[in-house]
């Protein structure tokens, strides 16, 4: 299947500080990126769609100016935690949708911890 | 907004048996429903997926069956073998491409 990739694996930061995780396509264009965030045992809770080019749609509950989200290429989407705290740390995934059908691949996630 | 239920929460089988796991949904509007698994810390990895268009899909060991009147879907996996030991997810979306809404989970454990 298609690749996707993600960076950094794992981070660790102090409270209060900014981490920002990048996805990428491989070997793919994509117009549309989904941020997921997953908690130990939990299932995955979409954040946002980034989309290229314009603006991100976050939602509900989703801060947007605490999760900040820049698609400035058809192959890379960032998302910047910023003034991270302890209930931040988390699994955060990346998908991206494939083909003519749309298949939505996965990165491998960051898992984020702040202490 | 979309929701999706999913049960049971934990499966567990012998190996040789089958397993059922099943999900509604509450969007009349979703039109495809993957299903994931996903081994402890790594990424989902798609199984198998099904359109609207279609009421069943097989492939080799894995099944999914769904029924739009009653907005739900179920994946069966017959023959399980301990490698299907994981935890599996079932979403839905308005079309491919689009934002997954996933459920819950399933742990399934395949014993030998």
């Known amino acids: 299947g298609a690749v996707v990739s993600q960076h950094p694996s794992r981070v660790i930061c102090k409270s209060g500080t900014s981490v920002k995780i990048e996805c990428r396509s491989l070997d793919f264009q994509a117009t549309t990126m989904f941020w997921y965030r997953q908690f130990p045992k939990q299932s995955l809770m979409l954040m946002a769609t980034?989309?290229?080019?314009?603006?991100?749609?976050?939602e509900q509950g989703v801060e947007k100016d605490k999760f900040l989200i820049n698609h400035a290429s058809l192959t890379l989407s960032t998302l910047t935690v910023t003034s991270a705290h302890p209930e931040d740390s988390s699994f955060y995934i990346c998908?991206?949708?494939?083909?003519?059908?749309?298949?939505?691949?996965f990165g491998p996630g960051t898992r984020l911890l702040v202490l | 907004g979309e929701n999706v239920e999913q049960h049971p929460s934990t499966l567990s089988v012998q190996e040789g048996d089958s397993a059922v796991i099943k999900c509604t949904y509450s969007?009349?509007?979703?039109?495809?429903f993957p299903w994931y698994k996903q081994e402890l810390g790594k990424r989902p990895q798609l199984i198998i997926d099904?359109?609207?268009?279609?009421g069943e899909k097989k492939d080799q060991r894995i099944a999914v069956t769904l029924n739009k009147t009653a907005k739900h879907f179920s994946l069966h996996i017959t023959e399980t073998q301990p490698e299907d030991s994981a935890v599996y997810f079932c979403?839905?979306?308005?079309?491919?491409?689009?934002?997954?809404?996933f459920g819950k989970g399933t742990t399934l454990s395949v014993s030998s």
């Open positions: 979403a839905a979306s308005r079309q491919a491409g689009t934002a997954l809404i």
């Open positions: 099904i359109r609207s268009n279609v």
């Open positions: 998908s991206a949708g494939q083909g003519a059908r749309k298949t939505q691949y």
């Open positions: 969007d009349s509007a979703s039109n495809y």
């Open positions: 980034s989309n290229e080019g314009s603006k991100a749609t976050y």
